[in-house]
């Protein structure tokens, strides 16, 4: 295929897969209450649809689905767990923009939950967003064996918690006052933002039966993918306008966090990202052109301009 | 067994549990990572340790104990189930007591987290102890079948989330600014406070493999203590002082919060204490002596002055 026609099919995929994933989320946000609850107040539904419908790229669903392909698996129980996973995603994103946190007051080009609700309705929100995406994780759809979907909720809470995105939000937060090493740098955002995206490939491969040595195949391809999906935001924080983003940039020099751009220069990064891509390209060879999907994402990932 | 000696057995279990129930807590809240953690960060760690450990009445894994031990089982893996519980409490009261939502300066006599540490940790630290207890429950040690383990996992998280405790506190804030009847401060009373107690007692019961039937009959016991314990803390709102127990009180009255005391009146509320316990006595009674703990530590959440 040229260039052209991956990128084409790659952005069919992609809104394909969120086409899927919408009604998923609209149907875990219902504002009718499940069995075991009670109702579901107003307030606290509308401002967790907010933060998590109708918006985003959709990563780590898009990565969870794309890997079960892979080995076979399409049917919407994947999208199930992919969706508890944009569930953790959407919860931190709101989380992170409070005052106390990041101070953000826009999100894709929109208020953000604590400006558009308040910021006690942006807390229990978030807290309820999280505890969701554990509910969801759960469901029978996600897969038949019981056990499965046991490791698969543990593996998330492993990569959401203390020693996986929470934590890794910790450190960043430690950053704007203290400086960080390059190690400490690239080790805060495995945690902060990696840990999901190395979630989301290894989930993918759980969900279709994936043999063990597959499995650590695809964690590894995911760890990849966090790293580029980083450094990507780095040169973005540093390079792009807040047009292009729709949130604000260069807040990271603003803060005072040392990023991996700044510490290894521009180039030094670009050059990081195209090993990167060639390794990810390594890890999928044994798939042959199954793997176009994927690869095309990865590459999307490594130069994406928002 | 006069009251006397019912008291005294009933410390003694409590500081049992809790004694049994503290290095569990202490394990799951470990400074080294888990498989598949990269780190835990020393500050969310301390926060969230200083957050769980050494403190509190630890009621709801001595339900969870005291329900299984009913039905025959007293391993330490019902503690773990009950530490899981626990987390989330410890994480519901971080979040609340932030300036945003309860806005409380002390818990337990001690600073709350947000004041010993500050706002954003607390927020995180509240973040991954709820993250935490969805890791504890999957644990093997909670129960052989994977099958009961999900059950668990996911009863936790509609008891914990939009549906349960989180939409409970969404209500109580809305409290504050628009009036309620007796019958939404109920609602939002069974929900705040109610859904992680009758989950404690549904938990006890399901981990020790007891009959569909009892299972519905101890989570009905256990929504009478939810209810029991709500009307007593809203008698001790108004009638303690803040020496007594430890944080501030009239609260309620002073954030023009209507409390079922308030609207029937401090002796219509005993009458229903009264009623509550006679209700849960009747629930107990085909279990005979055996049940005797569990019904004391009914009597202690109905008459209890801290």
């Known amino acids: 295929m040229t260039d052209a026609h991956v990128t084409e099919s790659l952005t069919l995929r ?3 897969i969120g086409a899927r994933l919408e009604p998923v989320l609209e149907h875990l946000l219902a504002r009718q209450p499940l069995a075991g609850e009670t109702c579901r107040p107003d307030r606290l539904v509308e401002a967790m649809r907010y933060a998590a419908l109708g918006g985003g790229k959709r990563l780590r669903p898009v990565l969870v689905a794309e890997v079960a392909c892979l080995f076979g698996r399409e049917d919407d129980g994947v999208l199930v767990a992919g969706a508890a996973l944009e569930l953790i995603h959407c919860y931190s994103l709101v989380h992170d923009d409070l005052p106390a ?3 953000d007051d826009l999100r894709r080009g929109r208020p953000t939950v604590h400006k558009a609700f308040d910021e006690a309705t ?3 929100a978030g807290d309820a967003l999280l505890t969701l995406a554990f509910d ?5 759809e996600v897969h038949a064996d019981p056990a499965v979907r046991l490791h698969l ?7 959401a918690g203390l020693g996986g995105m929470a934590g890794g939000q910790m450190l960043d937060l430690e950053s704007e006052t203290r400086a960080r090493s390059e190690q400490e740098i690239r080790q805060l955002q495995a945690m902060k ?3 999901l995206l190395r979630y989301a490939c290894r989930a993918g491969a759980l969900l279709a039966d994936a043999s ?3 499995v650590e195949r695809l964690t590894r391809f995911g760890e990849i993918i966090g790293l580029a999906f980083q450094l990507a935001d780095d040169l973005l924080d540093v390079e792009a306008s807040a047009e292009t983003t729709g949130k604000a940039t260069g807040k990271d020099a603003a803060a005072g966090k040392a990023t991996l751009v700044g510490l290894m220069g521009v180039d030094a990064t670009r050059a990081e990202l195209e090993k990167l891509l060639g390794e990810a390209s390594d890890l999928l060879a044994p798939f042959g052109d199954r793997a176009a999907p994927l690869l095309a994402l990865a590459e999307f990932i490594t130069n994406r301009d928002h």
């Open 122 to 124: 942006a807390i229990l």
């Open 136 to 140: 969801a994780i759960t469901l029978d």
């Open 14 to 16: 992609l809104k394909q």
């Open 101 to 103: 946190m990041d101070d």
């Open 212 to 214: 063990a040595q597959d």
């Open 193 to 195: 933002t990696g840990a």
């Open 153 to 159: 909720t543990r593996d998330l809470a492993r990569a």
